[in-house]
């Protein structure tokens, strides 16, 4: 009987095991999705070289590099935390809704009357040779870059894009930010890219649009103001002398396909778990 009894503990205390071991994937696996895309990934990234190289200086007994390495650690933890407060801030508050840890993306439907919306849109704002600066979020939450500007919490429509981006007003010169297919503030300020590649070839508008592209997996849409010229820019790079149709076939294929795919992948790792 005592045998049995032993079998039984050991059986749950592995079970129990198991357990642990996949909440604590999940719960790694939830985190990386909600910085991807964000500056704080790219600082993980080199936290993770860090780590190996901290381990291989133990194992040779690099004296030196090890001491500067538990230095590193001491204060590197909380300059982290500092400096990507507000990714955290976002993650955090990602956290604690239901549709965030799911997965679940809005109506399919929903999201492409948005995009079609906005490239009606920026097709009049190219015939009125107005310039824009219109941003599309995805998995980042760009709380950073909404909070620079004017909050609008506002219905997409192509009426108030335009009224937005006519010429000499006051919102005119920062960019839209789209999020959850609401207008989530305009005049934002986004930084400028700093590779010298762009320096010299694109205005205000188009590094900025680049420069957050760099920093986040948004996608930017830029009308030139002195061509009319429709471009779109994403994970740093920029796609100038866009027609209305293939933009609105390259937003759908990132807003709407990638984000099914995602959630689906996502919904199956979940029940996996």
């Known amino acids: 009987m005592s045998e049995v009894l032993a079998v039984i503990k050991y059986i749950g205390l592995r079970i129990l095991t198991i357990i642990d071991i996949l909440a604590v994937a999940f719960i790694f696996y939830k985190a990386f999705m909600l910085i991807r895309g964000t500056r ?36 590197g933890v909380v300059a982290f935390i500092i400096l990507f407060a507000p990714e955290l801030k976002s993650a955090l508050a990602q956290m604690g809704r239901t549709s965030g840890i799911l997965g679940i993306s809005g109506n399919v ?10 490239v009606e849109t920026v097709e ?40 937005i981006f006519y010429p000499d007003t006051e919102l005119h010169d920062g960019a839209v930010i789209i999020r959850n297919g609401r207008i989530a503030a305009a005049a934002c300020t986004l930084p400028l890219s700093q590779s010298e590649e762009w320096e010299s070839s694109l205005g205000t508008r188009h590094r900025a649009a680049v420069g957050l592209t760099e920093e986040t997996d948004a996608i930017a ?13 994403v994970e740093g790079k920029i796609t100038r002398y866009l027609n209305p149709q293939t933009l609105n076939s390259i937003l759908i294929d990132y807003l709407v396909k990638s984000a099914n795919t995602h959630k689906s992948s996502e919904e199956v790792n979940a029940n996996d778990t």
């Open 40 to 75: 704080a990934i790219q600082a993980l990234k080199g936290i993770a070289i860090l780590i190996v190289v901290s381990a291989i200086a133990s194992l040779a007994k690099l004296e030196t590099l090890s001491w500067l390495l538990q230095r590193f650690w001491t204060w």
């Open 109 to 118: 439907k929903d999201e492409r009357e948005c995009i079609q919306i906005v």
């Open 124 to 163: 009049r704002l190219s015939e009125m040779r107005a310039g824009a600066l219109i941003i599309m979020a995805r998995q980042a939450t760009l709380d950073t870059f909404i909070e620079s500007g004017v909050p609008m919490n506002s219905d997409v429509s192509r009426e108030l894009l335009l009224t």
């Open 221 to 233: 849409i830029v009308v030139s103001e002195e061509t009319g010229a429709i471009s779109m820019a």
